[in-house]
């Protein structure tokens, strides 16, 4: 027998089937926990992220229409929750500073040297410090390797915006790197 | 030195994404709390709705007092021209005063 469509599984959730929307958790959860840790600290931060993902798709999945695939519309509202985050963070004034991370890779001249690992943990360091905004844009456009036209349509902002948003996150990482910009 | 920079920074992201975290056991029994949250969620609304009834007569006893306060309180309609004149909807009333109908 075929797999239910998602559609079949919403329209069994909002019929009162309990087990329709597990299994829409359960096939999309892994997407939303690979996104969502772009931008959570830990892994309590990060299930609770999720939660809150799979809650709002929850209490509005009788929004949805069918005009968009139900992984599109729900990626958008992990977007948007992770922003909700990383808004909150810069609300609490919450910034980890760069010092107290791994050192520098401009402090070694050489990238080379830096383990995957090493620089992941860098740049969530270094992304720590920028604006929520950029912060989104560039980890959706350069981890997440969404095209500019993905990265408007997930965040509900113009191309043009987009683009202004990457610039300055590079031209500041560009900074923390120790890179003259002139 | 822009270039250089760019080109630092492309290999940078280009490692980190190598790197994605694995979020396995992050993921481990997600479906059971989260079912658990949404349960508590729909408790936590569904006493806030209860809440709300219990206070239905209350605010019913409120609005009844105001509507029979503003009844009997209310001053009596004034009967002179200028009243009349300024409430606009005293027709009759004006036209006895001009014709001198009332008044004495």
Redesign the interface.
């Known amino acids: 027998m075929d797999a239910p469509t998602d559609e079949d599984l919403i329209e069994a959730t909002l019929k009162g089937d309990?087990e329709g929307f597990?299994t829409l958790?359960?096939r999309y959860?892994?997407k939303v926990?690979?996104l969502a840790?772009n931008f959570a600290r830990d892994?309590f931060e990060?299930?609770d992220v999720?939660?809150d993902v799979?809650?709002k798709a929850?209490e509005n999945l009788g929004k949805f229409r069918n005009d968009a695939p139900f992984e599109h519309w729900l990626t958008r509202i992990a977007v948007n929750t992770c922003y909700d985050l990383l808004r909150k963070r810069q609300r609490d004034c919450e910034r980890v500073p760069l010092e107290d991370g791994p050192s520098s890779?401009a402090d070694r001249h050489a990238?080379d040297a830096?383990?995957?690992?090493e620089?992941?943990e860098?740049?969530d360091r270094a992304l720590s410090r920028l604006k929520p905004e950029d912060r989104l844009v560039i980890t959706l456009f350069?981890?997440e390797?969404k095209t500019v036209h993905e990265v408007a349509r997930l965040t509900g902002w113009s191309e043009g915006n987009v683009k202004v948003r990457l610039f300055r996150a590079?031209k500041a990482?560009?900074g923390m790197?120790g890179?003259?910009?002139? | 030195m822009d270039d250089r920079g760019e080109e630092r920074l492309d290999r940078l992201f280009a490692m980190a994404r190598g790197a994605r975290p694995d979020t396995g056991s992050a993921e481990h029994g997600f479906e059971t709390r989260l079912a658990a949250r949404i349960a508590s969620e729909r408790e936590e609304r569904a006493r806030a709705f209860a809440w709300i009834w219990r206070l239905v007569p209350v605010f019913s006893m409120i609005v009844l007092f105001l509507c029979l306060y503003s009844i009997f309180s209310a001053p009596p309609a004034p009967a002179d021209l200028g009243a009349a004149l300024i409430n606009g909807c005293e027709e009759s009333m004006l036209v006895d005063v001009l014709t001198g109908a009332t008044g004495g």
């Open positions: 309990g597990a958790v359960h959860k892994r926990f690979r840790a892994r990060l299930d999720c939660q799979f809650l929850y890779p990238e830096l383990s995957a690992q620089a992941r860098w740049l350069e981890l390797e590079r990482l560009k790197l890179v003259d910009d002139g």
